[in-house]
């Protein structure tokens, strides 16, 4: 029997659905964090369970052929991406098997529809600087400089990197600019031990087309009175090119949730703009927006050619955050309605149908599967009506899918963050009168495991 502390040598032959790697000893299995499908490795029992055990990685004796260096020097113990060292051909291939799997096992689908149906997986050329978004908390390190950078993986140590290669180049402009002037006028981080220090996190926004961006200071104050020192920051900051907006935003709470609910602008605008194909996005500090500009054009692009819009079809855009896909859908169908819970993404929507000129669209704030009930009795039944759902990870509420059933549109297109739960909806779905037609992948994440799906069912009736 396997015992902590054993150093045993395994064959790399899976990868978790964490990113670990996964082997066998005795046909017990064994997850090694940053282990490679194909690596020959030593590895060290750390926790044994029933089932299976956690190894930590000691050395490669055989490096997998899909084994790459790391571009990041702190990979490892940052653990924001988990499969930085793993080619990026590999990354895509598994991550296309991973939601296949899923649909076989949770989703019921045959092998036979799932060859004919799923499209190739939409990887990046250039799978690095992606990101339009960044999030650096501050501390001390133990000589008492002023740090920033990542936690470690699962915890609140801060390992110093202003140049996550995920982002973009300018996060270290800014992060530096921050630092210096830390330094300079003895302005503290913010401690999570005494809650005392003023900086916590600073956040950056980076439009990819307009080249704006923002910076939020996340300060442990009430308010700016007494921030006197901000000032001379705040003038080295907007020295940068692009710079639109500064913003604070305070949180005093003990707590590890990074914004805390109010902000104000210090200088410029509280939001910056871009572009996702032709319309343009107001995006307000606190609200989301996907992260990966370039591969969500591409997401919504297929989306949109899933449903193939004739232009008289009435469009629900569930979960529709700031309105990104029933403003791009806006374009060519004869109304869109979205549908969310946030109400601050809801005025971002209907402030981005504005400056956009679009006038087919509504939005509702509320819980999806409460407002779309209550809407779809009261309006008058169009002859074409198309549902698009883009869920957070937990998937659809079992009433709105149980409303979609009922309210019998055409076409239902799915985009999913998380195949899992979009396997277990789709199998509802199909199993109440709709039939699966269309799948692909879209690689908004690469060097993580995460990946974005996009489907099309249609009710089974219309095809035959
Ligand atoms: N389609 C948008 C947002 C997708 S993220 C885009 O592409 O930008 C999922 C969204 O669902 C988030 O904005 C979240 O606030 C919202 N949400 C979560 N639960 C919800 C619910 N029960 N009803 C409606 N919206 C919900």
Redesign the pocket.
Same mark, same amino acid.
């Given at each position: 029997m396997m015992q902590k502390n054993d150093v045993i040598e395994v064959t790399i032959e899976d990868m978790s659905a964490a990113g670990e790697g996964i082997g066998k000893a005795d046909g017990f299995p064994l997850f090694v964090k940053d282990a490679i499908i194909g690596d020959t490795a030593k590895v060290k029992v750390m926790k044994v369970k029933k089932n299976y055990a956690y190894a930590r990685l000691m050395e490669i004796v055989m490096p997998s052929v899909f084994r790459v260096p790391a571009k990041c020097p702190i990979a490892r113990p940052c653990g924001g991406c988990q499969i930085q060292e793993m080619v990026y051909e590999k990354q895509l291939e598994w991550k296309e098997t991973k939601v296949v799997n899923n649909l076989k096992r949770i989703g019921g689908f045959s092998e036979e529809l799932l060859k004919e149906i799923v499209e190739p997986i939409v990887g990046m050329e250039k799978p690095f600087r992606y990101r339009n978004k960044a999030q650096f908390p501050f501390g001390t390190d133990r000589s008492g400089k002023i740090v920033t950078g990542f936690y470690a993986g699962r915890t609140h140590n801060i390992i110093a990197n202003t140049d996550c290669p995920l982002g973009v180049e300018i996060n270290q402009r800014v992060l530096e600019h921050v630092m210096d002037y830390m330094e300079q006028m003895q302005i503290k981080a913010y401690d999570e031990e005494t809650g005392s220090g003023l900086v916590r996190h600073v956040l950056i926004r980076y439009g990819f087309v307009t080249k704006e961006i923002m910076v939020c200071l996340v300060l442990n104050a009430e308010d700016t009175t007494g921030l006197k020192q901000v000032e001379r920051l705040i003038e080295a900051l907007m020295q940068i090119e692009g710079m639109t907006g500064i913003v604070v935003n305070f949180n005093q709470k003990r707590n590890n949730v990074i914004l805390g609910a109010s902000c104000e602008t210090l200088w410029g605008q509280n939001y910056i703009t871009d572009y996702i194909g032709s319309i343009q996005y107001q995006i307000s500090s606190l609200s989301?927006?996907?992260v990966n500009p370039r591969q969500?054009e591409r997401l919504y692009g297929l989306a949109l050619a899933y449903a193939d819009l004739k232009g008289h079809e009435r469009v629900w &855009?569930?979960?529709?955050? *700031?309105g990104? *896909?029933a403003l791009f859908f806006s374009q060519k169908a004869k109304e869109v309605i979205g549908? @969310?819970?946030?109400p601050q993404?809801i005025e971002d929507a209907k402030e981005n149908a504005r400056i956009n000129k679009i006038e087919n669209t509504t939005f509702y704030v509320?819980?999806? @599967?409460v407002v779309l009930l209550q809407l779809y009795h009261e309006v008058e039944r169009q002859r074409e009506e198309v549902v698009v759902v &883009?869920?957070?990870r937990k998937g659809c &509420?079992k009433k709105l899918l149980e409303t979609i059933v009922e309210m019998s549109p055409e076409k239902v297109v799915y985009?999913s963050c998380d195949s899992a739960t979009l396997a277990r909806d789709l199998k509802f779905l199909c199993g109440n009168g709709y039939g699966l037609r269309r799948v692909r992948a879209v690689d908004l994440f690469p060097m993580t495991v995460h990946v974005e799906c996009v489907t099309l069912l249609t009710r089974s009736e219309a095809t035959q």
């Open positions: 989301f927006f996907q969500t &855009d569930m979960y529709c955050g *700031i990104t *896909i549908v @969310e819970v946030v993404a509320g819980k999806a @599967e &883009d869920p957070p &509420d985009v």
